[in-house]
């Protein structure tokens, strides 16, 4: 009987133990899902604030790029402006430096002044020929008093403005050949091919309004 009883104290005393470490273990694993619990919250307060801080940080970026978009567009248009009035302004540079006068009737004046290039050649053919075309013009006098070099190539370009516009019928007069310009083209051998000379411009008007009037 009492070898019985001491056997009982001992699974007594083994059913409190195992009790004890069940609600210990069960005590630890509280603890611990609270203390990954509290980890996890913080991580994920941690990581809403990054997002916001991202967020905000591309919001600044953003509005950044939208203003220089805004402030390259100004620069643009004002670009395109200057461009245009700069164009609009050597349009109208080019036009005073070569008015095409009538100066009588079907008798145009084109006075030159300054160098004749390839590229204002071109300009100056262009719009004597749509002069010539428009007023119906029988003559036109090209007068280059004004210009204090003229060589073998400008020679050329003055030959080739005189042939387009002969093709459309018009008579052209060369003027205001200047003694140092007259003897440089005869160092140089330049042939103006037949195209007829005159002192002046005075010269030229006269010339024309006389051949006018034999025709008429």
């Known amino acids: 009987t009492v070898a019985l009883g001491m056997k009982l104290a001992v699974l007594r005393v083994g059913q409190a133990a195992l009790t004890n470490g069940a609600h210990d273990a069960n005590d630890e694993s509280a603890r611990s899902s609270r203390t990954l619990g509290a980890v996890s919250h913080e991580r994920l307060d941690a990581l809403e604030k990054l997002i916001d801080a991202q967020e905000y940080v591309a919001a600044i970026q953003t509005d950044h790029i939208a203003t220089l978009v805004h402030e390259l567009g100004v620069k643009l248009d004002a670009e395109r402006e200057r461009s245009a009035m700069l164009e609009r302004l050597q349009c109208a540079v080019e036009k005073l430096s070569t008015p095409i006068l009538e100066v009588w009737d079907d008798v145009l004046a084109l006075p030159l002044v300054g160098v004749v290039d390839s590229q204002r050649t071109s300009h100056i053919t262009e719009r004597l020929l749509d002069e010539v075309s428009r007023r119906g013009s029988q003559y036109v006098i090209i007068d280059v008093t004004g210009t204090d070099t ?49 002192r002046n411009l005075k010269h030229g008007l006269k010339d024309c309004i006389g051949s006018k009037r034999r025709k008429d």
Do not use: F, K
């Not at 516009?165 to 037949?194: F, H, K, Y």
């Open 150 to 198: 003229v060589d073998s190539a400008i020679a050329d370009h003055l030959i080739r403005i005189v042939r387009a516009v002969e093709l459309l019928g018009a008579t052209c007069v060369l003027t205001g050949i200047r003694p140092s310009v007259a003897q440089t083209l005869v160092d140089l051998g330049v042939n103006l091919g037949g195209l007829r000379t005159l």
